[in-house]
């Protein structure tokens, strides 16, 4: 990943939502490193390239994804606001990660001075929990089952607010759910007409009848 820094900031050419049962400490990681700013649709770092360590979202939105042999992609995860993304078995990357909007992106370096041995185990067993619960989510027959735990999972994500802010695109909901956009469409039309969400706008819904959402994901 490229990037142009000054002291404070970094900036980067598009050319150049923990289940409530983990409960893990996590010491706040240090905000030295600058901060990189990607827009929308820049890719942060690409299948194939060599780990440059790890990265937090400050604000905005990741996706990191795999372009299947067919040429579909397939979402493993959405990163917001305060998530750490970036981890590997080895010292190569084997997803892409790219900004869904306007996003803050700071570089975590474990160097001297930059320890952050403590908070490596913490934050990766988040991350494995979180694929865990992502692949039970696609191991359900129903689409709705599957909206249901999405949107339950951001509003958990966001700290519970019934108003969910969602950067991704349906597409994107669809690729990482195993859908279609337009199944993705339905079924949020079907929770609106039965009066469990309220879609303010395609990229943020009220959850008016979040015990019905969370019965539905069960």
């Not at 649709?41 to 604000?59: D, H, N, P, T």
């Not at 989510?137 to 089952?145: D, K, M, T, W």
């Not at 969910?164 to 337009?182: F, H, K, Q």
């Amino acid at each position: 990943m490229a990037f142009l820094e000054t002291s404070e900031t970094s900036f980067h050419s598009p050319n150049a939502w923990l289940p409530d049962s983990v409960d893990l400490p996590v010491r706040p990681i240090p905000s030295g490193q600058p901060l990189s700013f990607f827009p929308a649709g820049a890719e942060i770092y690409a299948q194939g390239e060599k780990c440059a360590g790890l990265y937090r979202v400050e604000f905005g939105a990741v996706r990191v994804y795999r372009l299947l042999a067919d040429g579909r992609r397939q979402i493993s995860a959405f990163h917001l606001a305060d998530e750490t993304f970036g981890f590997e078995a080895d010292d190569t990357h084997h997803f892409f990660a790219e900004a869904i909007c306007s996003t803050g992106v700071r570089a975590l370096r474990t160097s001297i001075g930059n320890d952050l041995s403590g908070e490596l185990l913490p934050m990766a067993l988040k991350g494995l929990v979180r694929a865990q619960e992502h692949l039970l989510v696609l191991g359900r027959q129903n689409a709705i089952e599957r909206i249901a735990a999405f949107l339950t999972d951001m509003a958990e994500r966001q700290g519970g607010l019934k108003q969910v802010e969602l950067p991704m695109s349906r597409a994107d909901i669809g690729d990482y759910l195993g859908l279609t956009v337009e199944t993705v469409s339905r079924v949020f039309s079907k929770l609106k007409q039965t009066g469990v969400v309220k879609l303010a706008s395609l990229r943020s819904v009220e959850i008016l009848k979040l015990h019905a959402l969370r019965n539905m994901a069960a």
